[in-house]
């Protein structure tokens, strides 16, 4: 009855992996993550774009990895016992995405939920959804398909 | 029953008779007019007739019905073959492929109903003045006169629905439809003794009895009908509002029904006693027989090929280079145990045996792509008013079949090409003391680990300074890069997009959409294109392709600490050489190989290491080779070769051309594989 009733009130809340990058938490939506590894060997590539740190084999499959850092301009750190390869599927497309430390898994009711102003030309304006509030803290909601462009 | 099993089958027998049609027809516009080559399309269209009318494609049907009336004249004599028949013949062919092609994508045969051609058909019929009694007359010649006579053919067959008796329920049934106004008939079939699935066949004949009436009873059985357990003939009974000239008009139109006999049952001579008592009593023997439709399910007969869904035996290559990956991991597994060793070799020469086995169950013979050329170059020299002549050979070769898939198109651009650009007009030819006849050749096999199909022809060959001023006129070189470029890099000008040096543009080519498109496909399949030519004498396209696209040989090579793979089959052989030998050549650095000059590729610069290279007075040079191009790749080490699994880096990192694709070895790294094609 219990479980019923929270499903109920919270029919308007999404579960999000509250993730850390540097010195802020970003929120990235449940329903495109499939796997969390820990950061293992990785493969460079050459000419790949500066953010993509390379390729890992997950299980027999060749996933590229990209750094969130690398893509928000942040200087590149050093792999940590936190480190993690958060492993999305976007479109049907598979690629890891290398974060600070995982935090939890939260819900975010909508109405906690602030859509940002954005400036017309700013792309980093394109990979956020909004930032959300979770027990004081406030965290970023990333826009996966803004984040990770198919066509860049 | 359900029609749609039949239809893969359906759809793969009309393209084999489809291709047999269009030999023949090329045979025939050869020249030789033997009796076997006309029987041989006669027989191709006949079945086609056959096949389409079991599926019920009436469109396909009626076209080829017309077909057989034409080419049965020619074989008894009535009508000479001539170049504006064979058009018409050949229009029939393109019209039947429409109709396949059509059920192949939507499974309906589509709305064309091909007036024109059926009306050129019957007016070379009637040009020649036929009688219409032909021997296939019992086939239904003319669609809307009712062979009301019973014709001479019956003689022999009987009517056989008379002798048979009735249970005292039909009776009742006969009884009641005939006072509900029905006329009762009892018809017996005659199926053709050529026919190959005589239970399909019955399966459209009623179909069409059910939607003329109810069947009250089948003699044999319905379930021994479909069974195939009859002869050649079987009886039936129904009830239907329809005459009997239309009852057997309906069911003469279905192929391969040679003789319907149909006659009244009177219900006076069955003798039914009883006053009826049920309202509807052509209900119950209806259900009946569709029960016995649907819970009959016709048996395949036996094959000793099986047709595999293209997808499975993906699965099943996947799973093979899965397997190959752990024996991989297994050999690094650092063990001295000599049994532990033996067994991995064990395991090793099994895993490569799947992988050869797998393999070869997905290989096709290129005949398959190369069986519509004959027809291609006919209409070419049709189109264009140039004689040629097409020579084909290695059609037995095998590729994968996804190669094959893809393969078409390229090659029908290249030999469109050759026909087009290549072979000059007769009396140039003949100006030049050439045969006035073209030739055009088409050529496959295997060349160890690649497979190579080379288009030729004996036309005027690439127009070298042609080329070149069209590429300086168009601005994709400048006149100074013109001047240094040799031979060999002007032709490949020709490979870039939109490079088109036809000053016409001809339906056939030249609208420069052509060869950048040819060299993209050959490419993404693994292979590389390349061109021979000598003007006034020819040219001469040869691609390369791999066997396998999954899993090959590579040598694996050290570049600082990182792992690289280079597939075996594009490498020539692996040189020591001294730092003193490489030499500088236009700030290009080479080496001298036994007489020829060979650039060094550096992979430190090219893959961007970032790592300061180890100066060395010796440096590892694995020399590759790209068509008759060679480069020279310096490595740090090599680590030997081995059996990979080839993966894609997937979509965000397809833009690097310069990786073909990355395996996993065998402690779980990743490497890449580097794309020799692009490097070089």
């Not at chain 2, 005027?460 to 400048?478: C, L, P, Q, Y």
């Not at chain 2, 490979?495 to 543009?505: A, C, E, L, Q, Y």
């Not at chain 2, 080496?591 to 060094?600: M, S, Y």
């Not at chain 2, 020279?632 to 690097?656: H, M, N, R």
């Amino acid at each position: 009855m219990d479980m019923n009733n929270k499903q109920l009130k919270n029919a308007e809340a999404t579960q999000y992996i509250v993730v850390k990058i540097g010195r802020e938490q970003y929120g990235i939506n449940i329903k495109y993550i499939q796997n969390i590894v820990r950061i293992q060997n990785i493969t460079r590539v050459p000419k790949a774009p500066y953010y993509f740190k390379g390729v890992i084999n997950l299980r027999g499959e060749i996933i590229p990895v990209m750094s969130i850092r690398l893509k928000f301009g942040l200087e590149v750190e050093e792999d940590t016992f936190n480190t993690r390869i958060i492993i999305v599927k976007i479109s049907g497309q598979v690629i890891g995405l290398i974060v600070d430390e995982v935090k939890e898994v939260t819900e975010i009711p909508e109405e906690d939920i602030q859509t940002v102003a954005r400036e017309a030309n700013d792309e980093r304006g394109n990979y956020i959804i909004g930032v959300g509030k979770v027990k004081n803290e406030l965290v970023t909601l990333l826009n996966l398909e803004g984040f990770i462009n198919l066509n860049s | 029953m359900d029609i749609s099993q039949y239809l893969e089958i359906f759809i793969e027998e009309s393209k084999e008779h489809l291709q047999g049609l269009n030999t023949s027809l090329l045979e025939l516009e050869k020249g030789t007019v033997s009796k076997d080559v006309i029987n041989e399309v006669f027989r191709a269209a006949h079945t086609l007739k056959g096949m389409a009318a079991t599926m019920g494609f009436k469109g396909m049907n009626l076209l080829t019905h017309d077909m057989e009336n034409v080419l049965s004249e020619i074989r008894n004599d009535n009508i000479k073959v001539d170049a504006k028949l064979l058009d018409v013949l050949f229009q029939c062919l393109d019209a039947l492929e429409r109709f396949v092609d059509n059920i192949i994508e939507t499974g309906s045969e589509g709305q064309d109903n091909n007036a024109e051609i059926i009306k050129n058909l019957n007016m070379i019929l009637n040009g020649n003045n036929v009688v219409p009694e032909t021997s296939h007359k019992e086939h239904g010649v003319d669609h809307n006169s009712l062979s009301e006579t019973k014709s001479d053919s019956s003689d022999s067959k009987e009517h056989k629905y008379a002798t048979i008796p009735f249970t005292d329920f039909e009776k009742h049934a006969f009884s009641s439809a005939s006072k509900e106004k029905y006329n009762c008939f009892g018809i017996t079939i005659y199926i053709a003794d050529s026919c190959v699935l005589k239970s399909a066949r019955a399966f459209i004949i009623f179909r069409t009895l059910e939607n003329l009436g109810q069947i009250i009873k089948a003699n044999p059985s319905v379930q021994d009908i479909e069974d195939e357990n009859f002869d050649n003939d079987f009886s039936v009974f129904i009830v239907s509002k329809e005459d009997e000239v239309e009852v057997r008009r309906q069911l003469m139109t279905i192929a391969e029904v040679e003789e319907v006999l149909v006659g009244h049952i009177k219900v006076e001579d069955v003798e039914e006693g009883s006053t009826d008592e049920s309202d509807d009593p052509i209900e119950i023997p209806q259900k009946e027989s569709e029960q016995a439709n649907s819970n009959t399910k016709s048996k395949p007969k036996t094959n000793r090929t099986v047709r595999v869904d293209i997808e499975r035996l993906d699965t099943l290559m996947n799973l093979v280079s899965e397997l190959i990956i752990i024996k991989n991991g297994l050999e690094t597994v650092e063990n001295t145990n000599q049994n532990f060793t033996d067994q991995i070799e064990y395991l090793e020469r099994i895993t490569t045996n799947l992988h050869d086995a797998v393999m070869k169950v997905r290989m096709v013979p290129i005949e398959r792509v190369f069986n519509r050329f004959p027809r291609l170059i006919r209409d070419l020299s049709r189109q264009l008013e140039k004689n040629m002549e097409f020579h084909m050979s290695g059609e037995e070769t095998e590729l994968d079949r996804t190669v094959i898939d893809e393969i078409g198109d390229p090659l029908v651009h290249l030999i469109r090409n050759s026909a087009d650009h290549g072979i000059e007009m007769p009396n140039v030819r003949a100006q030049n003391g050439k045969n006035p006849m073209g030739q055009v050749y088409l050529k496959a096999y295997q060349d160890g680990n690649n497979v190579v199909i080379e288009v030729a022809d004996d036309g005027n060959g690439i127009d070298v300074k042609r080329v070149k001023a069209k590429a300086i006129e168009k601005g994709t070189i400048s006149v100074e890069q013109g001047e240094v470029m040799s031979e060999q890099e002007i032709i490949e000008l020709l490979f870039k997009p939109s490079f088109s040096t036809t000053d016409v543009i001809s339906d056939v080519s030249g609208r420069g959409v052509g060869l950048d498109v040819v060299k993209t496909k050959i490419e993404a399949l693994g292979g590389i294109i390349e061109v021979k030519n000598e003007l006034g004498k020819g040219s001469k396209f040869i691609i390369r392709l791999p066997l396998t696209l999954a899993i090959i040989q590579a040598l694996m090579v050290n570049i600082a600490d990182e792992k690289y793979a280079i597939p075996l089959n594009t490498i020539q052989n692996i040189e020591n050489v001294s730092i003193d030998d490489i030499k500088f050549i236009q700030n290009q650095e080479v080496i001298n190989l036994r007489g020829q000059v060979i650039p060094v590729l550096r992979l430190y610069d090219i893959l961007e290491v970032d790592k300061e290279p180890v100066n060395k007075d010796f440096i590892t040079v694995v020399i590759v080779n790209k068509g008759d191009r060679k480069a020279g790749f310096v490595v740090d080490s090599l680590i030997g070769q081995q059996e990979i699994v080839i993966k894609t880096l997937g979509k965000f990192l397809a833009s690097i051309k310069m990786i073909a694709g990355a395996t996993i070895l065998g402690d779980g790294d990743v490497a890449l594989i580097l794309d020799v094609n692009t490097l070089v």
